[in-house]
């Protein structure tokens, strides 16, 4: 479940979510408001502190006792084993020709299945389609 935390600084609202939607206007449908994406983890605690300049690795919080206290690395099944990937060096552009570009899928997979490609559109309007669903007022475009 993605993770979001909103500050609101100098009339313009600040978004940190773990969601990966992080276009323009995503949260509120302002087109001034920009979402930063950062790990669940770096979401909480900045919402906790309640502060865009807070380091987790480094600075503290008062607790509701009047102590200080500082975050314990984030532990558990659901985080990568080796951590995070940085996000440094990573991309791969796509080959050249991408008909040369094979996907592997276990016919048994339970999960994953490959699609067949639509069938061409024969230039006309279709008709007779099911209604999926109904929507009333604003909606994502």
Request: neutral net charge; hydrophobic residues 35%; aromatic residues 10%.
């Amino acid at each position: 479940m993605p993770i979001h935390y909103i500050h609101f600084l100098n009339q313009l609202f600040i978004v940190i979510t773990s969601y990966n939607r992080n276009f323009t206007g995503r949260n509120d449908a302002n087109p001034a408001t920009h979402a930063f994406v950062a790990s669940p983890d770096i979401v909480t605690a900045m919402a906790f502190a309640g502060d865009l300049t807070f380091n987790p690795v480094s600075d503290t919080l008062i607790g509701s006792d009047g102590k200080p206290f500082k975050f314990s690395d984030p532990s558990g099944h659901e985080l990568p084993p080796r951590g995070y990937d940085p996000g440094q060096d990573t991309f791969q552009p796509p080959p050249e020709n991408r008909a040369s570009v094979s996907v592997a899928v276990d016919p048994k997979s339970e999960r994953l299945q490959l699609l067949q490609p639509f069938q061409p559109w024969d230039g006309k309007t279709p008709t007779d389609l099911p209604i999926l669903i109904k929507v009333k007022g604003k909606c994502s475009k």
